[in-house]
């Protein structure tokens, strides 16, 4: 079984907003002139450029991958040991968007994020972000009980 979990966007929700806009602004324009393929382009790799991890239960493998455009995954599995351990913590992400009128659009992004820890203790991959604690508990003993791995 793999379990697919989306982690963020690369450019976080203001500039992935912006990318699809000028996506769509490009996309209609191109009507009129060729040029605005390069909109397209740009629009496209900021809008759509996302993270994901995939945790393969069957195998014990897990893997990080960014999907550029969307569409081109780039990425590579690790192999799970037994010497490896699952941990979780609390980040406070938080995009931030000045505007040309001297205004500031602050987006606070405060998740649980469980993470697969090496024998050293040093964190090798980020696994799931999710919202509550409760949620983030229930996750964690599924996948450890899945991967066969310590909490």
């Known amino acids: 079984m793999i379990i697919k979990s989306k982690i963020t966007q690369a450019f976080g929700s203001t ?10 602004i ?4 191109l009507f009129y002139t060729w040029k605005t393929f390069f909109l397209v382009i740009i629009g496209a790799f900021f809008g759509f450029t996302n993270a994901f991890s995939y945790i393969d239960t069957d195998r014990r ?12 995954p780039i990425g590579k599995w690790i192999q799970v040991d037994d010497s490896m351990s699952l941990g979780y913590k609390m980040t406070d992400d938080g995009w931030s968007v000045s505007s040309l009128s001297s205004r500031t659009l602050d987006i606070p992004d405060s998740r649980y994020t469980i993470i697969l820890y090496d024998q050293n ?4 991959i980020s696994l799931m972000k999710l919202k509550s604690e409760e949620e ?9 009980t899945l991967l066969h791995l310590p909490l």
Do not use: C, N, Q
């Not at 490009?26 to 324009?29: C, F, H, Q, R, T």
């Not at 991958?65 to 081109?72: D, K, L």
């Not at 983030?136 to 450890?144: G, P, Q, S, V, Y």
């Open 61 to 72: 493998r897990v893997k990080l991958t960014e999907f550029y455009f969307g569409i081109i």
């Open 136 to 144: 983030m508990t229930e996750k964690m003993e599924l996948i450890a």
């Open 15 to 24: 500039g992935s907003t912006t990318g699809i806009v000028f996506f769509g």
């Open 121 to 124: 203790d040093m964190p090798i």
């Open 26 to 29: 490009g996309v209609i324009m």
